[in-house]
C-alpha cells in the first residue's frame, strides 16, 4: 500500500517550453502533497505544500508563478515548470501524505528534468 | 529554528553493523524520520520514532531520544545494496518534514 507514483520519469525539453509533471497517489488518499528539487549530490529541498482544493504553499526563494501547482483531487497534483531554463535541471520528487495522517511521506518515483 | 546534522559519509564492510547517527535541535516536535535513498532514486521510508526508545524493524532499527535531541539508525549484517544515502528528517509542529543533509554510506566487501 501507499504506493506514489509520477510521470513522466524523464523529460528533456529545449529552454523556454513547459513542462508538466503528474503526482498521483494510487491506493490512497492524499489531502497533502509535497513537491521537492534535489540537485546532485544535495539534499531534497522542498519547493512547495500543496493542499487539495486549495492553493499551495510555497517554500522563501521559489516562485510561485515560474512552478506553477495545482492539486485538484484527493489523488492527483501537478506541478508545471513554465518557460524552463537549462538551471532548472534538476530531480522533482512528489511525496504524498495519508489523508488525516499526519506522519509518513510516501515519495513518487522522481521525474528527472533536463532543460537544453 | 531547526537545525539537524548528521554525518556526510561513512563507511563500513559487508557483513557488519553501522550506526548513523542524527542530532536535531527545535522547538516543536512530532517525530523523526529515517529515509534511504539509493544514488538516482527517490527516498524510501524506513522508520519513524516519536516515542524515546528502540524500534526494530529487521535488519534496521531506529533509536530516539527526545531529551538530548538524538537519534540512530542502525544496520545490521549489512549487505552492498544497503550502500545509499540515509536521511533523517524531523516533523516539526506543523508536520512539515525538516531534512537533514543525509549520510552516504558505502559499503565494502
Known amino acids: 500500500g501507499a504506493v506514489v507514483s509520477q510521470h513522466p520519469s524523464w523529460v528533456i525539453c529545449k529552454s523556454g517550453t513547459s513542462v508538466k509533471i503528474e503526482c498521483r497517489s494510487l491506493d490512497f488518499q492524499a489531502t497533502t502533497m509535497f513537491w521537492y528539487r534535489q540537485f546532485p549530490k544535495q539534499s531534497l529541498m522542498l519547493m512547495a505544500t500543496s493542499n487539495e482544493g486549495s492553493k499551495a504553499t510555497y517554500e522563501q526563494g521559489v516562485e510561485k508563478d515560474k512552478f506553477l501547482i495545482n492539486h485538484a483531487s484527493l489523488t492527483l497534483s501537478t506541478l508545471t515548470v513554465t518557460s524552463a531554463h537549462p538551471e532548472d535541471s534538476s530531480f522533482y520528487i512528489c511525496?504524498?501524505?495519508?489523508?488525516?495522517?499526519?506522519?509518513?511521506?510516501?515519495f513518487g518515483p522522481g521525474t528527472r528534468l533536463l532543460v537544453l | 529554528g531547526q537545525n539537524i546534522d548528521q554525518p556526510t559519509e561513512m563507511t563500513a564492510t559487508e557483513g557488519a553493523i553501522v550506526q548513523i547517527n542524527c542530532t536535531y535541535q527545535t522547538s516543536g516536535f512530532n517525530g523523526l524520520f529515517w529515509y534511504q535513498q539509493h544514488a538516482g532514486e527517490a527516498p524510501t521510508f524506513l522508520s519513524y520514532n516519536v516515542l524515546d526508545g528502540l524500534e526494530e524493524k529487521g535488519r534496521f532499527s531506529s533509536f530516539l531520544s527526545r531529551s538530548k535531541g538524538y537519534s540512530y539508525l542502525l544496520l545490521k549484517e549489512l549487505q552492498m545494496k544497503d550502500s545509499a544515502s540515509y536521511l533523517c528528517?524531523?516533523?516539526?509542529?506543523?508536520?512539515?518534514?525538516?531534512w537533514g543533509a543525509g549520510t552516504k554510506l558505502i559499503i565494502k566487501p
Open positions: 511525496s504524498a501524505r495519508l489523508a488525516g495522517g499526519k506522519e509518513t511521506q510516501y
Open positions: 528528517a524531523l516533523m516539526d509542529s506543523n508536520y512539515q518534514l525538516i
